[in-house]
């Protein structure tokens, strides 16, 4: 079982930085992809990133290219997602996945594990 808990959230302006942190519990971390997704209030919830479990795999969704960096230090069983120049549709509660040696880009898709969220406002 892992636990992943997101931190970093908050309230933001618009064109202002942010990083996400996804922590994961036990000594599995560097076995699993770990995945962004995020929902916005009456939204469906939507990919945002993902890396690979041998951290030589990243895709992003074509709203955030360009402006948000996942990354993941297997040391600390940290994950991040680095998010600049937000704007007013980066608002959403952001959710981080993990999935043993599998990559799985829709929320649709069964994830091994996910945490709780944590929540990203964008003021303009």
């Known amino acids: 079982q892992v636990q992943l808990v997101e931190s970093g959230g908050g309230l933001v302006q618009a064109g202002a930085s942010l990083t996400l942190s996804c922590v994961a519990s036990g000594n599995t971390f560097k076995s699993y992809s770990i995945s962004w997704f995020r929902q916005a209030p009456g939204k469906e919830r939507e990919f945002v990133a993902v890396r690979g479990w041998n951290d030589d795999v990243a895709h992003y969704s074509d709203s955030v290219k360009g402006r948000f960096t996942i990354s993941r230090n297997n040391a600390k069983n940290t994950a991040y997602l680095q998010m600049t120049n937000l704007n007013d549709d980066d608002t959403a509660v952001y959710y981080c996945?993990?999935?043993?040696?599998?990559?799985?880009?829709?929320?649709?898709?069964?994830?091994?594990?996910w945490g709780q969220g944590t929540q990203v406002t964008v003021s303009s």
């Open positions: 996945a993990a999935d043993r040696y599998r990559i799985r880009l829709a929320a649709s898709d069964f994830h091994d594990f």
